[in-house]
């Protein structure tokens, strides 16, 4: 099969486009015949930092249609639509996975926004309402709203009842923002964050941040309410992730960290990724797709997705 690989970790030129062998479907695994590939932030980190064996297959999330079954699967069976979480592997043309870690895609569901879904809105839901606690009445700020993640959990915090304030860079992405529930966007290179969080809220802060940048803690802690809650779901920022603890102690605050890696496979979490697909084949979901590039223009779709500031999710299609 073809796949996008890479030898040593560095920047987007080390991926290459390349014949590997077809992976072998364990008894618990499905293996998918890819269709869309959703590029993940921890993609592009994994890629950029972390060595592995060679020829490593990059990729945590994609969806296609199921070819083989093992021996030991129960629920699959060849020809079904899926979309699926792993924690490699997805780029490329054949993927073996668990099958609990895949999702039926129902029929009104295109392959790009099932492969982009579980990861984007199965966190941001786990974010704002798992987590987050948001309640109706209340009033969140997104940093990286213009993010898969940041989109997601407009969406969701609007439905939720809550008063959205987005935090992205540019002007331009203000009018997509809006319509998705923001009520107020936050220019982060023209406008100072937190002074616009505070003025928006009369000085009193938010009840909640999510936060997948990393580097933007400090200023996520400080446009907190007092006992308002922050959810830490990244370092999508890249810098370090100094923060002083001193105040949220004394404002009594709460930082919650997510990883959804290790959360995917619980019932309630696998349950609320299929209530999520359904959503979006009700149309009361948009799951955003920037762009789309062949897998063999892996390198290329790497280096948009970090260097563009894409709205929404960056795919590609073998």
Request: with cysteine; glycine share 10%.
């Amino acid at each position: 099969m073809k796949a996008a690989v890479y030898d040593n970790p560095g920047p987007p030129t080390v991926l290459r486009y390349a014949d590997v062998p077809d992976p072998v479907c364990g008894p618990q695994d499905v293996l998918i015949a890819v269709e869309a590939i959703s590029i993940e932030g921890g993609d592009l980190i994994n890629r950029r930092s972390t060595p592995q064996r060679s020829p490593w297959i990059v990729g945590y999330a994609a969806a296609g249609t199921i070819v083989a079954v093992g021996e030991n699967v129960t629920d699959r069976t060849v020809g079904q639509r899926v979309t699926a979480f792993d924690m490699q592997g997805s780029h490329a043309e054949l993927w073996s996975v668990p099958a609990s870690r895949t999702w039926l895609i129902p029929n009104d569901v295109d392959m790009a926004q099932a492969a982009a879904l579980p990861i984007s809105f199965g966190t941001a839901r786990h974010c704002v309402i798992t987590r987050g606690r948001l309640n109706e009445g209340e009033t969140v700020l997104i940093q990286a709203a213009a993010g898969g993640v940041g989109l997601a959990a407009i969406q969701l915090a609007r439905q939720a009842g809550a008063t959205v304030i987005a935090v992205a860079g540019g002007r331009e992405r203000q009018a997509r923002l809006t319509a998705l529930g923001a009520a107020h966007v936050i220019d982060r290179f023209e406008q100072d964050v937190v002074g616009e969080a505070r003025r928006l809220t009369d000085d009193r802060g938010v009840d909640l941040v999510i936060d997948p940048v990393g580097s933007t803690l400090q200023a996520s802690l400080s446009a907190l309410a007092v006992e308002g809650r922050l959810v830490f779901v990244g370092n999508a920022g890249g810098g370090g992730l100094d923060v002083d603890l001193w105040s949220p102690m004394q404002n009594n605050q709460t930082l919650h960290g997510v990883f959804m890696g290790s959360l995917f496979e619980r019932p309630a979490v696998h349950r609320t990724v299929d209530e999520l697909l359904e959503a979006t084949a009700k149309r009361r979901l948009d799951v955003v797709i920037d762009q789309v590039f062949p897998l063999r223009e892996a390198a290329k779709a790497h280096e948009y997705a970090e260097t563009a500031k894409p709205l929404g999710r960056v795919v590609m299609t073998p």
